[in-house]
């Protein structure tokens, strides 16, 4: 299997990457109408982890994402 690496020259991965640093809330919408929110935990070609208040994990491909902001 193939190793894919990011291309940090894409605004979209600094803008996750710098989320995942600061630890900052987010709402992620998804094309079924649904919102996520929580803190992005990673990452990876595919898919991102987000966490909710409850510290409970939701790992979504990126495919479904409609859009990502940040909350508040």
Do not use: H
């Not at 710098?18 to 987010?26: C, E, M, S």
């Amino acid at each position: 299997m193939a190793i894919t690496e990011f291309d940090t020259s894409l605004p979209s991965i600094r803008q996750l990457q710098n989320l995942i640093k600061q630890a900052a809330p987010v709402e992620i919408k998804l094309v079924t109408g649904d919102a996520i929110i929580g803190r992005v935990l990673w990452q990876d070609p595919t898919c991102v982890c987000i966490a909710d208040e409850n510290s409970r994990q939701t790992t979504i491909w990126k495919q479904a994402i409609a859009y990502l902001q940040p909350k508040g």
